[in-house]
């Protein structure tokens, strides 16, 4: 398959992701008051065990990142890699939880269509506004940088590229960083996933990477590209790197990172509020039409799964 046809079908992800959450945030399962601004309604409905799964994600990878800015007072740095439509930034403002710079790194075309939904909606240039100070604010279609929000139009498979561009927004390697990557590492190759965690991990004197993925997806990462691209010529790519648990966290360790915990999702399922868990099953219950059973587990292909231990969707999701 060419570059040129597999980067569209990762870059097609983008729009996955923003979809499903906007849809799952309309029918009530987290609040976000700015996704309407990056992606329209979707047209068609979400499978409840979708939105879950989403909740899930959104909430787990949202605590992780405010234990960080409560650690270190926002006196820190957030990287965000692969970021697509993310709405962050706004939330934390909203919050008062900025951290000092907040960068946004993915590819060029995604970029320019980020920053063209900033400069023509209020609700997403104010607080970027508000937060600036000092000198112009920097902005084109391939990039824009506040004092305190970066957005950077780059490939994550190029690093010195990658590493000049940061520099030259002003990350700085001495400030406690955090890296995220959400549901970004699976669609590069594992060669390329693990040049980035080296790099990471030899670049900042003090760092936290939250990475959320799929594992054990060999046999399933080819059916959501498949999906994607409708074209049945799809390698395999990340799934090598993330049979399980232990070889995701194997592969950080080795790579220059002191400490690593993995969990299953699960786990942070059971770990939310439970008003929250309960409201949503109610809310699954509302917005499926065929009232899916609490046991059953979505399988990414359209079809449920009856699965007595498992109380949650599996993860299938882009
Ligand atoms: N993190 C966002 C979220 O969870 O809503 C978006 C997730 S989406 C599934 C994956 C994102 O990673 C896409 O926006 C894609 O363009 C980006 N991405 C994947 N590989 C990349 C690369 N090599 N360079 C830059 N961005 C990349």
Not at 8 to 18: F, K, L, M
Not at 179 to 191: N, Q, R, S
Not at 257 to 285: F, G, H
Request: hydrophobic share 35%; glycine share 6%.
């Amino acid at each position: 398959l060419g570059t040129d046809v597999f980067d569209e079908a990762v870059r097609s992800t983008c729009d996955v992701a923003s979809h499903c959450k906007r849809y799952a945030i309309s029918v009530g399962y987290w609040k976000d008051p700015y996704i309407e601004y990056f992606v329209s309604h979707p047209k068609e409905r979400k499978a409840p065990e979708i939105s879950r799964g989403y909740y899930a994600r959104v909430q787990g990878v949202g605590r992780l990142l405010k234990a960080f800015l409560e650690k270190t007072k926002c006196n820190c740095q957030i990287i965000n890699l692969g970021a697509g439509m993310d709405t962050l930034f706004w939330k934390l403002k909203d919050e008062n939880l900025l951290p000092m710079k907040y960068f946004e790194i993915d590819f060029p075309s995604i970029v320019s269509r980020k920053i063209h939904y900033i400069k023509s909606k209020p609700p997403l240039s104010k607080p970027i506004m508000e937060s600036h100070s000092g000198e112009t604010l920097l902005i084109d279609a391939h990039g824009l940088d506040s004092s305190r929000y970066a957005i950077i139009g780059g490939d994550l498979r190029d690093l010195p590229r990658l590493e000049e561009k940061l520099k030259k927004c002003h990350m700085d390697p001495d400030l406690p960083t955090l890296l995220m990557t959400e549901c970004v590492l699976i669609y590069m190759t594992t060669e390329h996933s693990t040049c980035l965690i080296k790099w990471v991990g030899g670049m900042f004197r003090s760092a936290m990477f939250i990475n959320y993925e799929q594992v054990n997806m060999a046999d399933r990462f080819g059916q959501i590209m498949i999906e994607n691209l409708q074209s049945k010529q799809c390698e395999l790519v990340g799934a090598d790197a993330c049979r399980s648990l232990d070889t995701q966290k194997e592969r950080f360790l080795i790579h220059g990172w002191e400490t690593v915990n993995a969990l299953d999702m699960l786990k942070v399922y059971q770990s939310l509020p439970p008003d929250d868990i309960k409201r949503n099953v109610q809310n699954s219950l509302i917005t499926s039409g065929n009232c899916p059973r609490n046991d059953m587990v979505w399988r990414g292909n359209g079809t449920f799964q009856s699965s007595p231990e498992r109380s949650v969707p599996e993860l299938i999701t882009a």
